[in-house]
């Protein structure tokens, strides 16, 4: 079997807390995994590891079979937002991402917008992000994953402040991209959007990987 990230035990400890211990986690493509916990048990810790954000004490964790910590390199085809989504409050919707897409240039303006178009965006391409409500923000930070469709996708809490018409569109959006083979992984408190999505289920609690 191969894995397209594999998690070796990694142990993060911050001002002498333990944060994250012994975790150990094989991820395959093609599948949504979902990480519950209740705040503070280490979820947005661990995709931040993953991501390359935030370096382990001990441990690796490798992608698509490149030790990113060994390496000193980002994950090429991946894709997240984690904690609360920001972005330039001056500019607008469209603009924070053509920012964005700037970076590896490998998307034009079209893509942009038809992935705005896509997260239920497209009234609000030209407004500023400063007067975005929260649900708009979210929808905004997922816009940003999905528009250069890398191979891996990580979501952290991505139903916050979404009605309820937007959530179903977000979990279509997502069961639609697992369907072309991405990798996705998602962290939450909220039960019910775990038990929808998701393939497999970590459940964190201080740290600790407490069942599967």
Avoid at 129 to 144: H, R
Wanted: proline share 2%.
């Amino acid at each position: 079997m191969e894995y397209k990230i594999e998690v070796k035990d990694l142990n993060l400890t911050i001002n002498s807390h333990e944060i994250l211990k012994n975790i150990n986690l094989n991820i395959e493509s093609g599948k949504i995994y979902g990480f519950i916990g209740r705040n503070g048990s280490g979820k947005s810790m661990l995709l931040k590891c993953i991501c390359g954000l935030l370096k382990p004490n001990t441990g690796s964790v490798i992608v698509n079979n490149e030790d990113i910590y060994k390496k000193d390199v980002f994950p090429s085809s991946m894709r997240a937002f984690i904690d609360k989504p920001t972005f330039i409050g001056s500019l607008t919707g469209y603009e924070n991402l053509e920012l964005l897409a700037d970076i590896q240039n490998i998307i034009d303006d079209e893509k942009i917008k038809d992935t705005l178009i896509k997260c239920d965006l497209e009234d609000q391409i030209n407004k500023k992000y400063g007067k975005y409500s929260l649900g708009m923000k979210q929808k905004l930070a997922i816009a940003s994953v999905l528009m250069e469709n890398p191979d891996i996708m990580i979501f952290d809490e991505p139903f916050n402040g979404i009605d309820n018409k937007s959530v179903e569109m977000i979990r279509k959006i997502i069961l639609e991209e697992k369907q072309q083979g991405k990798t996705i992984l998602i962290a939450t408190h909220i039960k019910e959007d775990i038990d929808l999505l998701c393939d497999v289920i970590y459940e964190l609690d201080l740290g600790q990987i407490i069942g599967k």
